[in-house]
């Protein structure tokens, strides 16, 4: 559930459930979407991409969903473990190349 | 695959001092770097895009003269932050794309500058 105070939403699962974690993109002209898992003091690092011409890909325990029409993303973490817990961003590159960030979800993981 | 480093990692500086930050693709070319900030708690904000051989591109809102951006070569690109004040106290975080090789649009980051401004 959320967490009152804090910037970012958080995400408490029980070690072993699945997480799901969503995202709503803003720009219909993006094409790249990425999930990036950020732990405490450290650079963002890439988990898994998916092309605007996809709707799903799966990866090592991960999953990204696409949802064009509403403009939504989600990652789904399978077995999630303690090691998982950090913090979630998705982001979007359009034809700029630029990458815009989400606002990042904050997942716990209980042991 | 791709490594990207920063230097430094942690810097302490006095307020109206300028620090230079550095951002290094260690086993490939960059042509274009990018330059985030991230205060405690938030999203990574772009600051802006950095060309090799050109201008640093500015996202709205973020001062050029303040944030001096060079990407002199293709391995390397330095912000130095001017001036600095204790609202400039953020974490740098840059990454790097590789024109070849890679797919064009994957981003690699490096680990981030933690800048305290006292």
């Known amino acids: 559930g959320e967490s009152v105070g804090l910037h970012l939403p958080t995400l408490s699962v029980q070690e072993g459930d699945n997480s799901i974690i969503n995202c709503a993109y803003s720009?219909?002209?993006?094409?790249?979407f990425i999930w990036y898992k950020q732990e405490s003091g450290k650079g963002p690092q890439f988990i898994i991409d998916i092309r605007s011409n996809m709707d799903k890909r799966q990866g090592q325990r991960v999953t990204v969903l696409l949802n064009k029409t509403v403009k939504h993303l989600s990652l789904q973490i399978a077995a999630t473990q303690p090691g998982d817990s950090a913090v979630y961003f998705c982001?979007?590159?359009?034809?700029?190349?630029?990458?815009?960030f989400g606002a990042g979800t904050r997942l716990f993981v209980k042991a | 695959g791709a490594v990207v480093s920063q230097h430094p990692s942690r810097v302490i500086c006095k307020s109206g001092t300028s620090v230079k930050i550095e951002c290094r693709s260690l086993?490939?070319?960059?042509?274009?770097m990018f330059w985030y900030r991230q205060f405690p708690k938030q999203s990574l904000m772009l600051m802006a895009t950095s060309n090799e051989g050109s201008k640093a591109t500015y996202e709205q809102g973020v001062e050029k003269d303040k944030f001096l951006i060079n990407h002199a070569s293709l391995t390397l690109s330095t912000l130095t932050v001017t001036s600095a004040h204790p609202e400039d106290s953020s974490f740098y975080i840059c990454s790097a794309r590789s024109p070849v090789g890679v797919d064009l649009d994957t981003q690699y980051f490096g680990p981030g500058t933690r800048l305290t401004v006292l």
């Open positions: 720009n219909s002209a993006s094409d790249y």
């Open positions: 086993d490939f070319q960059a042509t274009t």
């Open positions: 982001a979007e590159t359009g034809g700029g190349f630029k990458t815009i």
